[in-house]
């Protein structure tokens, strides 16, 4: 039971930032929209590089093949990309501004996530 436990909460996890990946390609216009709207350079280069980076760390975890390398590039993109992305600081609406501050806080929480699995032995059951 433990290890479908694991497996279920895996497919989860991977495939939120897979699926976030595949959007960064589907929607590139909004994605590279509102990376000119944040001041990200290269904008558009930035939405492809940041869903690719998505889809090949999400799958890595998703699949269980080398998740420890997926894990780091996940810390690595949520620790680059939430404050640039979610600085709710710099925001006056307070309705933006509570928006940009959820998913700041949803971003700490998945790199809480993610470093925790970090920790965890591997091969995990039914990885590749």
Not at 22 to 34: C, E, K, P, S
Not at 58 to 67: A, C, D, T, W
Not at 73 to 89: A, C, E, G, K
Request: aromatic share 12%; glycine share 10%.
């Amino acid at each position: 039971m433990t290890e479908i436990l694991f497996l279920t909460g895996r497919l989860l996890f991977g495939g939120l930032f897979a699926y976030n990946g595949v959007n960064h390609f589907r929607n590139y216009v909004a994605v590279r929209g509102y990376c000119a709207y944040k001041h990200v350079p290269i904008p558009g280069a930035s939405a492809i590089i940041s869903g690719g980076w998505l889809v090949v760390s999400g799958s890595s975890v998703l699949v269980g093949f080398r998740p420890e390398v997926g894990l780091v590039l996940i810390v690595l993109f949520l620790l680059v990309v939430t404050p640039v992305m979610h600085d709710f600081w710099n925001i006056a609406d307070p309705g933006q501004r509570l928006g940009e501050m959820i998913n700041f806080t949803k971003n700490a929480a998945l790199m809480g996530a993610t470093l925790m699995m970090l920790s965890l032995p591997r091969p995990w059951p039914y990885s590749l």
